[in-house]
């Protein structure tokens, strides 16, 4: 089975700037969750969806970002506009939920975003 | 809220040496509890976990846990480092019916000499 795919790996953009990253979860998980990495802060959780629908965005730093999920095996992330202090790599994660729940979160190789 | 601490930024161990990575967490109820090995440049990938019965888990890669309640802890270990062992180790708390949730620990990066 395909892993979590996430696009682009590397995206260096100039401040002011939009970015979209984008992730493809497992196929038949059903919980999605976008991470932001850093070294200052490490692994954040930004945000989460249930079935497509955004459960928890209270990790979402600011209203430059947003984040959807049209269905099941696609999701994005979007800065608009970007700034320096966005740079960090993105992880996108799925998982089971229900009765097939294991507890375990599958990561993306995920995106290294630099702002210049 | 609940939180993990990893008190160990940086270890160094030599190669065959055992290891052991210090995991503390905060939470209110029985923890789902995790560790997610990351090498460089890589994912997350996960090593063991943690749910309930015995407190001593194996994991992949010859790593083992255990969990201790009366000390909030779940340290992970190894009784001899491989080089190829060599990256950031992230321990992380999770609700366990909340969507797999986790709060992940600031991770322990391992270097290992030969």
């Known amino acids: 089975d395909a892993g979590v795919i996430q696009s682009p790996r590397h995206e260096v953009t100039e401040m002011g700037q939009e970015v979209t990253l984008r992730c493809k979860p497992i196929s038949g998980h059903d919980y999605l969750f976008w991470y932001r990495q850093t070294m200052m802060r490490g692994l954040e959780l930004l945000i989460y969806?249930?079935?497509?629908?955004?459960?928890?965005d209270s990790g979402m730093p600011e209203d430059r970002f947003s984040a959807k999920m049209p269905n099941a095996s696609f999701s994005t992330l979007k800065i608009q506009p970007s700034e320096p202090r966005d740079s960090a790599v993105y992880f996108c994660?799925?998982?089971?939920?229900?009765?097939?729940?294991?507890?375990?979160?599958?990561f993306g190789e995920g995106s290294r975003l630099t702002v210049l | 809220a609940q939180s993990v601490t990893q008190p160990d930024i940086h270890i160094t161990v030599s190669e065959g040496a055992s290891l052991e990575l210090r995991c503390n967490y905060s939470?209110?109820?029985?923890?789902?509890l995790f560790w997610y090995v990351q090498s460089p440049g890589q994912g997350l990938q996960l090593l063991l976990k943690?749910?309930?019965?015995?407190?001593l888990v194996q994991g992949i890669k010859g790593f083992e846990a255990e969990f201790k309640r009366s000390q909030s802890s779940f340290n992970l270990r190894k009784p001899s480092v491989h080089w190829s062992d060599a990256a950031e180790y992230f321990c992380a708390v999770g609700e366990g019916n909340a969507g797999n949730m986790l709060t992940f620990g600031g991770g322990t990066r391992l270097m290992v000499k030969p």
């Open positions: 994660a799925s998982s089971k939920g229900g009765k097939r729940n294991t507890g375990e979160l599958f």
């Open positions: 969806f249930n079935n497509n629908v955004p459960i928890d």
């Open positions: 939470y209110g109820a029985t923890p789902y």
């Open positions: 943690y749910f309930s019965g015995d407190t």
